[in-house]
Nanobody, 114 residues
Framework: QVQLVESGGGLVQPGGSLRLSCEVS????????MNWYRQAAGKQRELVAR???????NYAASVKGRFTISRDNARNSMYLQMNSLKPEDTAVYYC????????WGQGTQVTVSS
């Protein structure tokens, strides 16, 4: 059974930083491509960042240069360092394996507001 558990969300002022974590079990993490998605209220879910099993990242244009995705295969964990946060980054962030039809975490709320 695949389990993904996110942590690290919260309330932050514009320009601030947060680091999200995702602990993964039930898959061979070291050979798995992993994703971070987000869904803002009233909007469609969007892919924020992806990291291959080799650690090659890809980012949505809206976060490129501000967010950094990383992984620690020894800890079966993935991270999303979010810097220079903007109000439009406010959303529930989800850890994902396998895309739309794959496995999802419970989500963690990120709110960027003054």
């Amino acid at each position: 059974q695949v389990q993904l558990v996110e942590s690290g969300g919260g309330l932050v002022q514009p320009g601030g930083s947060l680091r999200l974590s995702c602990e993964v079990s039930g898959i061979i993490f070291s050979i798995s491509t992993m994703n971070w998605y987000r869904q803002a209220a009233g909007k469609q879910r969007e892919l924020v960042a992806r990291i291959t099993y080799r650690g090659i990242p890809n980012y949505a244009a809206s976060v490129k240069g501000r967010f950094t995705i990383s992984r620690d295969n020894a800890r079966n964990s993935m991270y999303l360092q979010m810097n220079s946060l903007k109000p439009e980054d406010t959303a529930v962030y989800y850890c994902n394996f396998g895309g739309d039809s794959g496995s999802w975490g419970q989500g963690t709320q990120v709110t960027v507001s003054s």
